[in-house]
């Protein structure tokens, strides 16, 4: 098989190794790093700009499933196109985004990765998939960049081809920990699921740094009707002992909705309790469904990527939804896929504007990010910036450039912030627990 030889294939040897410590996440990635050893993983050209020739890109994630759904994240990305190209498009290219939906499958999500390397795409920006053995491979096989997933595969923070705009659910949890530290026993239930088995350790790992106990851990079908009895064994678990009524952790995604709705049948002999989630599981339109200032949500503090969506930082995204997608209920400005979606898009724009008059392929795209570009988002992020190594990465998140996250609390019924600024959980995620 024919190929080119990539300046990062230097770096393969020490990545292969970290990838087998990582296990069963890790394992699509080490693959992929085992065939371009051999010289049989890199496909002859990802173009998608060259003149004035349209740059394609992909977008995917999970529509009309029984579990979590992004149906905002590749209808935002249209609508940015729409937006870009009336402003005469990237450096005068046009941008023409593909889009798939993964269903929330392995499979599909498979399918989606080999779709974006037949049709030649630059890259893969601001998507959502639980399924990076199955997508990670071929994207690595034909070295397009992922940029801005949604943070919720170990694969996120450890391929040498992902360039991550958040801290992920990692940052999410040890931040959300750190919160709850003064609260009395803590119970998080959370997905019986591969991503599912990641959270506790990181919530514990905030929990710990406050001098708080280990937080009880309940298992949950993410595909579930009704959460009566694990609410039942929250309430319980956090009232064990007189006097000090603590807190429930629901960290189900879009099931985060079906769980609370249990909880309230179920909380009537237990009004001290409180709730506490990260963004993601939940957003305004969520707490205004379940009730705003009356609902379970009120008083719950929930950790968040990005600044509330209240704002001014994000009348950038917001105005391209006025302009291009006014009307289109799957867009939401609150939503964290959206939010992660816009800025994926901002690094591509400056990746793609920094190549100035050169081709733009998959290999300048990856290039430029690596050799030390620096990409501000207006003060939604701290500026990013991606090394091989970072920070994290003797815990296993090597590509992990962002751990920054938000204390927000649901006040009268909205959601606005608790504390001034970012938290920076570097060191809480350094002093974690995690192992794969």
Request: neutral net charge; hydrophobic residues 35%.
């Amino acid at each position: 098989m024919t190929g080119r030889r990539r300046k990062r294939s230097t770096f393969l040897p020490g990545l292969l190794t970290r990838h087998a410590r990582n296990g069963v996440l890790s394992v699509g990635t080490a693959v992929a790093c085992a065939s371009l050893l051999a010289g049989c993983g890199v496909v002859p050209g990802t173009t998608g700009g060259a003149g004035d020739d349209p740059i394609t890109v992909m977008t995917w994630a999970p529509q009309d499933t029984k579990a979590t759904n992004k149906p905002g994240m590749p209808a935002f990305a249209r609508a940015y196109a729409r937006w870009i190209n009336a402003k005469g498009g990237i450096n005068g290219r046009k941008l023409n985004v593909l889009t798939c939906n993964d269903h929330n499958d392995s499979v599909a999500t498979a399918k989606c990765a080999r779709r974006a390397a037949k049709e030649n795409v630059v890259a893969v920006v601001g998507s959502y998939s639980q399924y990076a053995d199955s997508f990670f491979p071929s994207l690595e096989g034909a070295g397009i960049p992922y940029i801005g997933g949604y943070g919720i595969t170990n694969a996120e923070f450890t391929s040498p081809l992902s360039y991550p705009v958040n801290g992920g659910q990692p940052a999410l949890l040890a931040g959300l920990g750190r919160t709850l530290a003064d609260c009395g026993p803590v119970a998080l239930i959370r997905p019986d699921s591969i991503v599912g088995d990641q959270l506790p350790p990181l919530l514990d790992s905030g929990l710990k740094s406050g001098g708080h106990p280990a937080a009880t851990d309940q298992r949950a079908a993410e595909d579930a009707t009704e959460y009566d009895g694990h609410a039942a064994r929250a309430l319980r678990t956090t009232t064990a002992t007189p006097g000090e009524e603590g807190c429930v952790v629901p960290a189900l995604g879009d099931r985060t909705g079906t769980f609370m709705d249990s909880f309230r049948r179920t909380r009537e002999d237990y009004p001290d309790v409180r709730t506490a989630t990260v963004l993601g599981s939940v957003d305004q339109t969520v707490i205004d469904a379940t009730g705003g200032a009356s609902g379970p949500y009120e008083g719950s503090y929930i950790t968040g990527w990005y600044p509330v969506a209240s704002d001014p930082r994000w009348d950038g995204m917001k105005k391209v939804i006025e302009e291009e997608a006014f009307g289109d209920n799957r867009i939401d400005a609150a939503d964290a896929g959206v939010q992660t979606t816009w800025i994926a898009y901002t690094v591509f724009r400056k990746v793609v504007e920094s190549l100035g008059s050169a081709e733009v392929t998959a290999d300048t795209v990856t290039e430029a990010l690596d050799g030390g570009l620096k990409v501000s988002t207006g003060g939604l992020t701290p500026t990013l910036r991606w090394h091989f190594q970072d920070k994290l990465a003797s815990v296993g998140f090597p590509r992990l450039v962002n751990a920054n996250v938000t204390l927000q609390v649901v006040r009268d019924g909205r959601l606005v912030s608790a504390r001034k600024g970012f938290v920076d959980t570097t060191r809480t995620l350094q002093d974690a627990d995690v192992t794969y």
